[in-house]
């Protein structure tokens, strides 16, 4: 996260060499990952600093990419949210890599997620998990419907900017680049930018970090996540 915020600002990377040591002690020997999240930090952060891989991650990701897509169409236990989560950069991985994967079962899996609001999510429709399906979407191929930014547009509220869901009552930075990611993925236009800027600066604490939400504890991947929404408002 700190490598593509810096990035994302266009800055140099400090201490660059200690850090591709640091990411190569970590390559796993086989080229597979723990998990689909610390696989994607990894490759993304060695693709942002031009660091050569020793094995290629072809193989791990086609095997997570069906293991996940067997998980979904089968309808096992799992929280909705990571999983789409995980699917959207699985996808991504897959796409810089050249990975050419069948998910013929996943477009129905997909549409059982859709609410007549036009949101999608599990047990109901929240900005997040639209904002993955958009992700997704995206990513296949597949024609955008006018609904999800639609829903997007329902999430907007005056106060905060975006809000989980219409008629809720809480917001968080993730959420806001929810929202703004639709908005901006269809090309439109936002109804309460002003409100949006004024929440994610309220959410920087005195070290220069950002929090999840004003007055909690900054981190990196909430720094990162408040440089993107500053990118799409064209502040950053």
């Not at 930090?41 to 193989?59: Q, T």
């Not at 990571?82 to 991504?92: C, I, S």
């Not at 429709?125 to 990513?139: G, K, Q």
Request: aromatic fraction near 10%; proline fraction near 4%; include cysteine.
């Amino acid at each position: 996260m700190a490598v593509a915020a810096l990035s994302l600002a266009g800055h140099t990377i400090p201490n660059r060499d200690l850090v591709s040591r640091f990411l190569h002690a970590l390559a796993p020997s086989d080229g597979c990952f723990p998990s689909i999240t610390s696989g994607w930090c990894f490759l993304n952060a060695m693709r942002l600093l031009n660091e050569p891989l020793d094995i290629s991650p072809r193989a791990w990701l086609y095997d997570e990419m069906r293991g996940l897509e067997d998980a979904l169409t089968h309808g096992r236990q799992m929280e909705w949210s990571g999983a789409l989560k995980d699917m959207g950069r699985l996808l991504e991985l897959c796409n810089l890599y050249g990975v050419d994967c069948n998910l013929n079962g996943l477009r129905q899996v997909v549409l059982n997620l859709q609410w007549p609001s036009g949101g999608y999510g599990w047990p109901g429709a929240n900005l997040l998990d639209t904002e993955a399906i958009v992700r997704i979407y995206a990513l296949l191929h597949w024609k955008l419907q006018r609904s999800m930014l639609k829903y997007a547009h329902m999430c907007e509220n005056e106060n905060l900017g975006f809000t989980l869901a219409p008629e809720a009552s809480n917001a968080t930075l993730a959420v806001l680049r929810a929202g703004l990611h639709i908005v901006h993925f269809f090309g439109e236009r936002l109804r309460y930018e002003r409100v949006l800027l004024r929440y994610i600066l309220t959410c920087q604490t005195g070290k220069g970090g950002f929090a999840r939400v004003p007055g909690a504890l900054a981190d990196m991947e909430n720094t990162y996540i408040a440089f993107e929404c500053l990118r799409y408002l064209g502040q950053l």
